[in-house]
Nanobody, 123 residues
Framework: QVQLVESGGGLVQAGGSLRLSCEAS????????MGWFRQAPGKERDVVAA???????EYADSVKGRFTIARNNAKNTVYLQMNSLEPEDTAVYYC?????????????????WGQGTQVTVSS
């Protein structure tokens, strides 16, 4: 059982930056893909970015060039650096872990989830 704890959310003005962190309770470095998802009120939970154990990553089109996912396997931690934030980025952001070698982008492929952290971008 992998437990995930997110941190780093908050309120920021449009154009600003935030960095989210997600710490896993056990070693995820060679066994798990990690992902960041977000869910706005009344909308589905969508992928933001995913990263394989070896660092290969995928991004949603809406965040390419603005967000960067990274992982520190020694610290069992994954990060999401968010720059040039827009009001449309407002959502609850979730960290997730999926056992395997790829970098899945579907929420249904992830077995473990954090509790979520609120990100609010004001205009």
């Amino acid at each position: 059982q992998v437990q995930l704890v997110e941190s780093g959310g908050g309120l920021v003005q449009a154009g600003g930056s935030l960095r989210l962190s997600c710490e896993a309770s056990e070693r995820t470095r060679t066994s798990y893909a990690m992902g960041w998802f977000r869910q706005a009120p009344g909308k589905e939970r969508d992928v933001v970015a995913a990263i394989a154990w070896n660092g290969l990553s995928e991004y949603a089109d809406s965040v390419k060039g603005r967000f960067t996912i990274a992982r520190n396997n020694a610290k069992n931690t994954v990060y999401l650096q968010m720059n040039s934030l827009e009001p449309e980025d407002t959502a609850v952001y979730y960290c997730a872990a999926a056992y395997g070698l790829g970098r899945p982008i579907k929420a249904s492929e992830y077995a473990y989830w954090g509790q979520g952290t609120q990100v609010t971008v004001s205009s």
